[in-house]
């Protein structure tokens, strides 16, 4: 592994004891999505228009998407479907005390699952509908995605609404139906997650969001998908910015921690917390993460950290050090070449229906 990844690892877990960023440290955060972690005099040369634009049509799309949103989430009161809006705006106030800090391109709702259908319905309703955005507008799925997303994933096949603002014209909501992903072949206690809320308004938007243990909880599950899954691993690799989010969720708006161990145990869930507060730490090791870290340590059952893969199937260990896996553009490249025929078949599908 080239010094650099490592010397550039150093630098950035030297953020945690107050440094600041030097150039290429900066470069690496901003081109890795961690612009919280960035002051205005920081942002790389040549960069500051880009990030002026995205700033402000991050501001313009998120008070229109909630605004498109404000129906739906009146809907679920109003019909008692129990909900909870999560990441996002939501998650870039607790983490990062800025709901524009974080960007994001849609809004993403938690359900039940047996409540899809009177929420696809009301959805409809409203002028959302089951598809992506092409060159000619709203494009509905083909049967096949429908089916493929319904069956190996824990989210709805995403809901979109045309808008009238042409910096946003297009509305995303996400429905998330587990905290658990398809491969995990288990589901949490719906009622009982969607049973942790409390009320929130943004924009002027009333709305539920979950108490910060179990939205954190629910960050960490989110997070350790995206940090396991084969395919998105080769998409992407190890993404700097999500364990950022963990880390500074400890820190800004950490949970009460015996809240968290009782949720976590009663959702069989804090081997993957563990994983992910880890992870965080190894980057960021924040004093309030280390703090998490040590309880999670003596609460777990299984080490994960060793390890990659969503099921035990296609769990395998890690050969490649974390700093390759974050820093080295190549890497996504490289972790797909190294699957199994079985396992880049898998990929490839998913590529294709996702």
């Not at 950035?12 to 955060?29: C, F, K, M, N, Y």
């Not at 705006?89 to 607790?94: K, N």
């Not at 849609?106 to 929420?119: P, Q, S, T």
């Not at 108490?211 to 599950?221: D, Q, R, Y």
Request: aromatic letters at 12%; proline letters at 6%; charged letters at 30%.
């Amino acid at each position: 592994m080239p010094v650099s990844y490592e010397g550039t690892m150093e630098k950035i877990r030297a953020l945690a004891e107050g440094s600041r960023p030097d150039s290429e440290t900066a470069l690496v955060l901003y081109e890795r999505r961690c612009l919280p972690l960035l002051s205005p005099s920081e942002i790389p040369k040549g960069k500051a228009e880009e990030c002026r634009a995205r700033s402000v049509l991050n501001r313009v799309c998120l008070r229109e998407r909630y605004a498109a949103c404000r129906g739906v989430f009146e809907a679920l009161e109003a019909g008692g479907i129990p909900y909870a809006v999560i990441k996002g705006a939501v998650l870039s106030e607790a983490a990062y005390g800025d709901v524009f800090a974080r960007r994001s391109g849609d809004v993403d709702i938690l359900l039940r699952r047996k409540d899809l259908g009177a929420v696809k319905e009301l959805l409809l309703e409203r002028g959302f509908q089951q598809g992506y955005v092409s060159p000619e507008g709203v494009k509905p799925y083909s049967r096949e995605s429908l089916i493929f997303q319904s069956a190996m994933t824990h989210q709805a096949p995403a809901f979109i609404k045309a808008g009238g603002n042409p910096l946003c014209p297009y509305v995303n909501l996400d429905v998330n139906l587990d905290i658990f992903w398809g491969e995990s072949g288990r589901r949490a206690d719906m009622e009982y997650v969607l049973s942790q809320w409390e009320e929130k308004e943004l924009f002027g938007v009333p709305f539920r969001r979950l108490s910060p243990a179990m939205e954190f909880i629910a960050l960490c599950m989110h997070h350790y998908k995206d940090m396991n899954s084969l395919y998105l691993l080769s998409q992407g690799g190890f993404r700097l910015d999500e364990l950022c989010d963990i880390a500074f969720y400890l820190q800004n708006s950490p949970p009460e921690m015996e809240t968290l161990l009782e949720e976590g145990r009663r959702l069989d869930v804090l081997d993957f917390v563990y994983f992910c507060v880890w992870y965080a730490n190894a980057v960021f090791p924040l004093p309030a993460v280390k703090t998490y870290l040590k309880a999670l340590d003596e609460a777990k059952t299984f080490d994960l950290t060793p390890f990659y893969g969503l099921n035990e199937k296609e769990r395998r260990e890690w050969r490649v050090p974390l700093a390759e896996r974050l820093l080295n553009p190549d890497f996504p490249k490289k972790f797909f070449a190294g699957l199994s025929v079985e396992e880049q078949k898998k990929v490839e599908y998913n590529r294709e229906f996702m």
